[in-house]
């Protein structure tokens, strides 16, 4: 199998997964369609090292690297030009105000980066750790401290006081497409 | 301890999962597909071209979009054969046409001609439609398809009033082959294939 049909076998298999983890992690659709396309064209680029199997975490490295990319870019834009955008973005519905995701949102970035990937992504500790670039147990260590938390906050029902900070702080472009129905 | 007072976070966490990925937007996923499509699968670098790999890094900065249109014109406009083959010095796709059957993988396939053209939409009389559609007109996304500076890696500069083969998937005509001028062979040739 060469490059080609490497590349292509990985995204049939793998472009929902990427667009979803994206779509959990930027502010509008267009935005993730972005990453999401920027990150296979890196994966091109790098398809020497696109692992032959489980070429998942890999994949969504990159994008997690993609979308650090974006936001540091809007973050050069003009705090004028990022509120316009950020007053642009549709209205979140009722389900805005769901505590668990009021909840992740108020924990620090590296914790709410590895529950978003064990719980949305569904990774492994393993895959998890391939994609943050540190070891199982380095995972285990983390999880254990984002576990506890995230069940303090959602115990004191901190969540329910959103963050309205940077671009980071920014929430994913949920419920715009792709979203779950009850 | 705190963690035992509340169900597992990660169980929370999966019960509130914002997106699902069985319920992506279908036309998302195309424009990413032609995206793809136009600025890798299309790429006709050879990857162990060290300059032109500093050349794309440099372009990607600047949109998948410009990379394309760079790449393609810089290098010509490549063309392709009557039966989909690519030409010497064109680009290659990662999932060519590799002939009628190729068609089966597409949503749709027909035997349109050109109406309309605006921007990279094109709007088709379809003439004989092989699958996937119904329709006596249908209007596309040709990516790369249209214009006169930007003509896509394996696919036809398409023009009004001229007759083609197409195929693709949601609301975008393939290049790399699956669009291509009608020839009455192959379109005989698509007309087994779909059936």
Known sequence: MDDRQRFHAAFEAHQRRVLAYVLRRVASAPDAEDAAADTWVVAWRRVDRLPDSDALPWLLAIARRVIANQRRGRERQSRLTIRLQRESRPPLGPDSENPALDTLESLPADDRELLRLLAWDGLTHVEAGAVLGISPNAVAIRLHRARKRFAEAFAKGSGSSRTSGGVEDQKPGRRLFGAKRP | ?195
């Open chain 2, 1 to 195: 301890m705190n963690e035992h007072l509340v169900p597992d976070p990660l169980d929370v966490l999966r019960a509130s999962d914002p997106v699902d990925p069985d319920r992506l937007s279908s036309a998302s996923l195309a424009r990413i597909r032609a995206r793809v499509m136009e600025d890798v699968m299309t790429d006709p670098v050879a990857r162990q071209a060290a300059p032109r790999r500093f050349l794309r890094l440099g372009l990607a900065a600047g949109g998948v979009a410009a990379l394309a249109l760079v790449l393609i014109v810089s290098r010509g406009v490549p063309s392709l054969g009557p039966g989909g083959g690519v030409g010497p010095g064109s680009a290659s796709c990662v999932a060519p046409y590799s002939g009628p059957a190729s068609i089966v993988a597409r949503t749709f396939a027909f035997d349109g001609t050109v109406t309309a053209i605006d921007g990279e939409t094109v709007s088709f009389t379809v003439n004989q439609a092989y699958r996937g559609t119904t329709a006596s007109s249908i209007s596309l996304n040709a990516l790369g398809m249209t214009g006169n500076a930007i003509t896509s890696a394996g696919g036809p500069n398409l023009r009004i009033g001229e007759r083609y083969l197409v195929a693709g998937d949601d609301h975008f005509a393939w290049a790399c082959g699956y669009t291509q001028s009608y020839d009455a062979a192959v379109a005989a040739t698509w007309a087994a294939a779909a059936h």
